[in-house]
């Protein structure tokens, strides 16, 4: 994940499985991106690198994942429940993607983690609801594809439109 609007830097974490559960971590351009010894990634600049796992009592056991460094290019929100009672709350889950070449083809890839992405929330009619993105937002409580969710508290009878918009 890249802001271009700051300095600020963007965590997500990989995992592994399997082997003697003793694993080694590494990053193939160290300018792009970092990762930690329990597979914290940081992204330090656009572009695109592959970490790699190694099992640490068995090297021939290993896996790498690409690691894409980009903007966003689009949000949506994924289908859920829109209708709710006065009082009461629902979470509406956001996909954001951006487009990579993988391959030599033009892909659209996921956002794994959005909490902290610098959003605005806006919508046509502020009575309807209130609205914020929980930072507290355990990420497995959102569809696969979500990577942060649209918390709406309903106030009043009525209906609005919510647009989200990147500050990047």
Same mark, same amino acid.
């Given at each position: 994940?890249?802001?271009?609007? %700051? +300095?600020?830097?963007?965590?997500? $974490? ?5 082997? %003697? ?12 991106? =970092? ?12 572009? &695109? ?8 009592? +068995? +090297?021939?056991? $290993?896996?790498?994942?690409?690691? $894409? ?5 689009? &949000? %949506? $929100?994924?289908? /859920? ?9 629902? &979470?509406?889950?956001?996909? *954001? ?8 083809? #033009? =892909? &659209?890839? /996921?956002?794994?983690d959005c909490r902290y992405m610098p959003l605005d929330l806006a919508t046509s009619s502020e009575e309807v609801f209130n609205l914020s993105i929980p930072? /507290?937002?355990? #990420?497995?409580?959102?569809?696969? /594809? ?6 709406? *508290?309903? +106030? =009043? ?6 647009? *989200?918009?990147?500050?990047?």
């Amino acid at each position: 994940l890249w802001d271009t609007g %700051s +300095n600020r830097t963007y965590h997500g $974490f990989l995992t592994a499985d399997g082997g %003697s559960g003793e694993y080694y971590w590494s990053i193939g351009e160290t300018s792009i991106a =970092s990762i930690s010894q329990i597979g914290r990634v940081s992204g330090l600049k656009e572009g &695109m690198t592959v970490a790699k796992v190694n099992d640490r009592l +068995n +090297n021939l056991h $290993f896996a790498t994942a690409p690691v $894409f460094v980009v903007p966003p290019d689009s &949000m %949506s $929100f994924l289908p /859920s429940q829109v209708e709710i009672e006065i009082g009461l709350e629902v &979470m509406l889950p956001l996909r *954001v993607q951006a487009e990579v070449q993988i391959d030599g083809k #033009l =892909s &659209m890839v /996921s956002f794994g983690d959005c909490r902290y992405m610098p959003l605005d929330l806006a919508t046509s009619s502020e009575e309807v609801f209130n609205l914020s993105i929980p930072a /507290s937002l355990e #990420l497995t409580q959102l569809p696969e /594809s979500a990577c942060v969710g649209v918390r709406a *508290v309903a +106030n =009043s009878v009525g209906n609005t439109k919510l647009t *989200v918009t990147y500050r990047g």
